[in-house]
């Protein structure tokens, strides 16, 4: 795996972002969502890092969040089918963990996340 690789992903992944419907168009009645994760490193249980991300109305429904580690290759965390879910369902709260898939699982990290989602009605 090379520096390029990853940076076609990198480019295929923002094209991704780039062509998703905005939030409004797929949920119109959701307001906001709000996405805390803690993020870990292999097997350690401290938090190495955290990362709250907000999602509006036209924000591009896109909810693949980025592995931290540089050289991660097809990996980050797919939130995709957890909140557009939670959207169908109309829960406004949910919790979770994830391991990273990518560099063929190694299991090189984690992340736990907390969902939150407002509904103008
Ligand atoms: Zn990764």
Do not use: W
């Amino acid at each position: 795996m090379g520096r390029k690789e990853k940076d076609a992903e990198r480019l295929e992944r923002k094209q991704q972002k780039l062509e998703a419907s905005p939030i409004s168009a797929k949920y119109p009645d959701v307001s906001s969502v709000v996405i805390s994760m803690n993020y870990y490193q292999r097997n350690s249980t401290l938090v190495f890092m955290q990362r709250t991300v907000n999602f509006f109305p036209g924000s591009p429904a896109y909810f693949l969040m980025e592995c931290v580690k540089h050289d991660c290759m097809g990996g980050g965390f797919d939130l995709d089918p957890v909140v557009t879910g939670m959207m169908k369902d109309h829960l406004e709260s949910g919790k979770g963990e994830l391991v990273c898939p990518g560099n063929n699982a190694s299991g090189h990290a984690r992340v736990d996340y907390t969902i939150s989602i407002q509904y103008t009605k």
